[in-house]
């Protein structure tokens, strides 16, 4: 069974930095890849960064040089590094990576952590 526990989130003021992180269980994540989304208010789930199993990293335009994902095996946790972060950056961050068995594809999704960046 597949448990990833997002943590890290907060208020933080424009300008600031945070590091989430994503502790995973039932997988690694150092063998698969991993994703960070976020979901503001009135608005669509939308991709931050990814991570391949290779350790590929992307990220989508609005975060480009301000947001750095990484992943750390040893303790099975993925970080997404967020700083000179902007008012636009408040929604809830979701970790997610998906496996693939006889039944098809399966998406896991952690609970979600508050980022709320303050003007």
């Known amino acids: 069974q597949v448990h990833l526990v997002e943590s890290g989130g907060g208020l933080v003021q424009v300008g600031g930095s945070l590091r989430l992180s994503c502790a995973a269980s039932g997988i690694l994540v150092s063998a698969n890849a991993m994703a960070w989304y976020r979901q503001a208010p009135r608005k669509e789930r939308e991709l931050v960064a990814t991570?391949?199993?290779?350790?590929?990293?992307n990220y989508e335009d609005p975060v480009k040089g301000r947001f750095t994902i990484s992943r750390d095996g040893a303790r099975n946790t993925v970080y997404l590094q967020m700083n000179s972060l902007k008012p636009e950056d408040t929604a809830v961050y979701y970790c997610y990576t998906h496996l693939y068995d006889l039944s098809g594809k399966n998406d896991y999704w952690g609970q979600g952590t508050q980022v709320t960046v303050s003007s």
């Open positions: 991570i391949s199993s290779t350790g590929d990293r």
